[in-house]
């Protein structure tokens, strides 16, 4: 299969040059009063265990023009001695699909990335030095009382009770509210860190709740004990149509998320908005854990999800980029299982709420994007993706990245050249101003390479058709952005991956171990010696990508020999790398490193070496 074939099977399947601002046209998506809950938790020594933990919670008011005031807020502090009324202002900035970020709440603090569908605001402050969750949801009007709260919920908890690796633990309850501030007995059940695997069951007698200020508080009565998952008083804020529900302890540093039950099964299909917080355990008996938060999204559907997270370790400053695949299969309960998590929904399936299982403790969100309405030359908001992995738009671009752009009226008809010309059939694609060089247009789709010199921190990326510009969308911009090109094009499956005769390689033609073979890829970033934009790789020198990436196969790490620049071809990266020994035969999975981003998702087929 010649590599042009390839771009055209992925084709067929899927401001000024100064400073860049993020696209604000969204701002009227977070408008009026909204509850919120912030935890912020400090990682304070070698094992993960924490020297400080704060809890902000209340009501913030939007304006819709980016500007949010603090309304009846409080903010406990692990290290003052009482909780504290805050006030404060800020500014925010929302792009059109509702990914953005908000400004500090506290001093000292970080702003807030995350993504707003549906009335419910998640995210985390990822470049801060700080891990967090943050969690928002408009206010029903009238203000809820107790007769809005009933029904059956389930619910999910992520608990860090003191600064102590050992003592954090999740949970998973039934609450049952009648309406008239009674919950009956409540059953958790869940995991201690210090218990290893081994489920722990809370039984809670006698529970009440009820509402003020359309919050609802929640008495499950006693404190906390050593064994024990939940206990105290929580407030429980609401989304406006009742079906997603978060809060905590005013006088700890939890989380607590839920969605109403439904009777029917969940439409898990689409593009979700993600956000979360885990603790991995699988060093703990070496008395070192790490915690991670994170925001992204998701794409569900037939039983399979692509995926991405902007994530943070507790032990380090600096984010990075992961983006993976995975199946589903739901249960007849209407939930389902992955390797770490255990998923419930809402009614009609617009919110998933995950739950920590085995050495994973912790909670995540997923809210249903919203849908756009498109009109003349229209990019889609959320339709910037890596035209070799499919990664999804809240993963970024990289400096010669080939990305797929896809929208409505953005072409007269189908055309593709192979010379990758700045104008293709009276279509071209502006990126920060700089013209990209395009493979292929099409009414739906259009084939572009990011320009090189895309080093600002935001791409602004616009299509212009028979000279009527579309709008704009912004995109991060990231050292790399390594995404494997696939057999079918997709970013699932095989890699399309050529052994050294050039053929492909196939189940039925696996790779060998100790063999040399060749990715395809895109997204590695900058390379040297430098080409310019629209100029096929160089043969003599060839040009060598400027960060190191890493490649592992079968979770066995590979030696490289070549990562660079294809030679003769524009806008493709090859990597030559070495099928590492100890790989067990059948489909190992790729998964290739950058400075900033991990790339999952791919795998190879692999067999024994031949005598």
């Not at 529970?207 to 609802?216: D, M």
């Not at 498109?374 to 910037?384: A, K, L, M, S, Y």
């Not at 806008?571 to 981003?597: C, H, K, R, Y």
Request: aromatic share 10%; proline share 5%; glycine share 14%.
């Amino acid at each position: 299969m010649s590599l042009l074939k390839l771009f055209a099977l992925t084709f067929l399947t899927l401001a000024s040059l100064a400073a860049q601002t993020w696209d604000n046209s969204g701002n009227n998506l977070l408008q009026g009063t909204y509850y919120f809950r912030q935890v912020i938790w400090l990682v304070g020594d070698n094992s993960g265990g924490l020297s400080r933990a704060i809890a902000i919670y209340g009501n913030i008011s939007f304006d819709g023009n980016g500007k949010y005031t603090l309304v009846n807020a409080q903010v406990n502090d692990s290290g003052a001695s009482t909780v504290q009324n805050i006030t404060g202002a800020g500014t925010y900035a929302i792009s059109a699909s509702g990914f953005g970020y908000l400004s500090p709440l506290i001093n000292g603090g970080g702003s807030v990335y995350g993504l707003v569908s549906r009335g419910i605001f998640t995210g985390s402050s990822t470049e801060a030095s700080y891990n967090d969750l943050f969690i928002a949801a408009e206010v029903a009007s009238p203000a809820p009382t107790n007769s809005f709260f009933r029904g059956a919920y389930t619910m999910m908890s992520m608990d860090f009770p003191t600064g102590s690796v050992l003592d954090v633990r999740d949970s998973q309850f039934q609450l049952n509210p009648d309406g008239n501030g009674n919950l009956g007995a409540v059953t958790a059940t869940g995991l201690i860190a210090s218990s290893g695997s081994r489920v722990i069951t809370q039984n809670i007698a006698s529970a009440k709740y009820f509402f003020s200020n359309g919050g609802a508080n929640l008495s499950l009565g006693g404190s906390l004990t050593a064994t024990g998952l939940i206990a105290g008083t929580k407030y429980l804020y609401f989304s406006k149509d009742g079906d997603f529900v978060f809060g905590g302890s005013p006088t700890s540093w939890d989380m607590v998320i839920g969605v109403r039950s439904g009777s029917t099964a969940p439409n898990f299909s689409g593009l979700y908005y993600q956000a979360g917080v885990s603790q991995d355990n699988t060093s703990l008996a070496a008395g070192v854990v790490e915690m991670f938060t994170d925001y992204g999204s998701l794409k569900a559907g037939s039983g399979v999800i692509l995926g991405h997270q902007r994530l943070l370790s507790g032990f380090s400053d600096s984010a990075f980029e992961y983006t993976y695949s995975d199946t589903y299969t739901l249960k007849p309960d209407n939930t389902y299982d992955d390797a770490t998590n255990h998923y419930v929904f809402s009614p009609g399936g617009t919110v998933r709420i995950g739950l920590g299982r085995g050495v994973a403790l912790g909670v995540n969100v997923a809210v249903l994007a919203p849908s756009f309405t498109p009109t003349g030359v229209f990019i889609d908001p959320t339709g910037v993706l890596n035209a070799a992995s499919s990664a999804l738009f809240t993963a970024g671009v990289a400096p010669g990245e080939l990305i797929s752009i896809y929208g409505s009226g953005l072409a007269a008809a189908p055309v593709a050249d192979s010379r990758f010309p700045f104008d293709l059939g009276g279509v071209k694609v502006l990126v920060n101003d700089r013209p990209a060089p395009i493979y292929a247009v099409s009414p739906s789709q259009i084939s572009a390479v990011i320009p090189l010199g895309t080093v600002e921190g935001i791409a602004s990326i616009q299509v212009v058709k028979d000279g009527v510009p579309s709008n704009k969308v912004t995109s991060y911009v990231n050292q790399t952005a390594p995404g494997i090109f696939t057999q079918p094009p997709g970013g699932i499956g095989s890699a399309a991956a050529l052994h050294g005769d050039y053929t492909l390689i196939t189940a039925d033609k696996p790779a060998l171990v100790g063999e040399a073979i060749s990715l395809y890829v895109t997204g590695l970033g900058t390379m040297v010696p430098a080409v310019a934009d629209g100029e096929p790789g160089p043969i003599s020198p060839l040009s060598t990508a400027t960060h190191t990436i890493g490649v592992s196969i079968g979770g066995i790490k590979a030696t490289t020999t070549f990562v660079g620049l294809a030679p003769q071809l524009v806008g493709l990266n090859q990597i030559n790398v070495i099928v590492p020994a100890g790989v067990a035969t059948g489909n190992a999975a790729i998964i290739l490193s950058g400075p900033d981003f991990i790339s999952a998702g791919a795998v190879i087929p692999v067999a024994s070496a031949r005598p």
